[in-house]
């Protein structure tokens, strides 16, 4: 059986309130009596429970992310999915538990406010951040800690660990600017995102530095998933006059468009170029092979959880904003930019 408090208090002939204050070290127990208490509770095996030692410090033990629904981030994501591994790992091995909960509301606010005033959570850890976030704003209001998995326009004093958006699909427009790809499409995430904005950025800075017009007719707003990806390519490969490669702002909306591709008989890698960004694992076993930008996903999940548990334990964060630096990957699924391109039959 564990070792309680009344066993100490039994062993050192103290009350089990002068036992509790000595193991929390406070000032009104003498020293000889602290370091008493404390030799003996070593001696026994003690251990606090996770319970005591929260409402010693006035923690809830638990951290919490609200999964934003205009965004559509799901459990079922790749790229969230293993972000979410780390932050759990990282979470749990300092004995705190991690909320997760769905907005329903049409205002976000809302449902970080539920969660401030049910005093559950120590903190929130904050992801698909937008240029204008007013959930950081809120949090801020409060005093809560929070730590964001992505930036803002103006982010401030804010805690965020994100990757440099816009050098990642630079990287992807020079490599094929380098293969002979003059009418490069992008099939875009929705960008009020913070994310999506800097990677539509990268896009165009890639196109300017290689000589090449940003041409509307080459561009698609669309959403995160497979069918949108799949449809934004359609509309692409029904222009009179098709790109012969496509950026995608995601793996998913690759794979999406790649599939879109193969349902009309062409073949990516040869007769279009196809490239994501986030290298899930789908990316290098897809046929063919993703080029993609590889980010750590798991390793972002772990660093915001780190960070965010350190602000919570007023302990020291030395650095508050980090931007990872992605890095191309190629695949398969681009190559030099067909000799002869003709436009691509809708599939019969």
Do not use: W
């Not at 070593?42 to 005591?52: D, I, T, V």
């Not at 091995?93 to 969660?115: C, F, I, M, R, T």
């Not at 804010?158 to 992807?172: M, P, Y």
């Amino acid at each position: 059986m564990p070792v309680t408090l009344k066993d100490i208090a039994e062993r050192v002939g103290k009350s089990v309130p002068t036992v509790s204050r000595a193991l929390g070290n406070y000032a009104d127990i003498s020293p000889e009596t602290r370091m008493e208490v404390q030799r003996v509770a070593q001696e026994l095996g003690y251990e606090p429970s996770a319970a005591a030692l929260n409402l010693r410090k006035q923690r809830t033990g638990a951290i919490s992310l609200i999964l934003p629904t205009h965004a559509q981030v799901r459990l079922s994501d790749p790229f969230f999915s293993e972000f979410l591994s780390g932050v759990v790992e990282t979470a749990t091995a300092q004995g705190v538990e991690l909320l997760v909960s769905a907005n329903l509301h049409e205002d976000a606010n809302a449902a970080y406010l539920k969660q401030i005033r049910s005093r559950r959570t120590d903190g929130f850890i904050v992801v698909r951040t937008q240029r204008r976030d007013s959930r950081i704003d809120l949090l801020r209001e409060h005093d809560i800690p929070a730590v964001a998995y992505g930036r803002t326009e103006n982010p401030g004093d804010l805690c965020f660990v994100d990757e440099d958006g816009v050098a990642g699909i630079r990287q992807v427009v020079d490599h094929l600017a380098s293969l002979g790809h003059q009418r490069i499409a992008y099939i875009s995430e929705p960008t009020f995102l913070m994310k999506a904005y800097h990677r539509l950025l990268g896009f165009r800075q890639g196109l300017e530095k290689n000589g090449l017009q940003f041409e509307p007719d080459l561009y698609v707003e669309t959403n995160f998933r497979q069918r949108s990806g799949r449809q934004s390519a359609a509309h692409l490969f029904d222009l009179p006059d098709p790109p012969t490669a496509i950026v995608a702002a995601n793996d998913l909306l690759a794979l999406g468009a790649m599939h879109e591709a193969q349902s009309r008989n062409m073949v990516v890698g040869r007769d279009v170029s196809i490239t994501g960004f986030d290298d899930i694992q789908l990316a290098e076993y897809a046929h063919p092979s993703l080029t993609t930008v590889h980010l750590p996903a798991q390793e972002f999940g772990r660093m915001v959880a780190e960070m965010l548990l350190k602000l919570i334990n007023k302990q020291t964060v030395e650095q508050r904003q980090i931007i990872y630096q992605p890095s191309l990957i190629v695949r398969a699924s681009s190559a030099p930019a067909p000799a002869h391109k003709t436009s691509a039959p809708p599939p019969a």
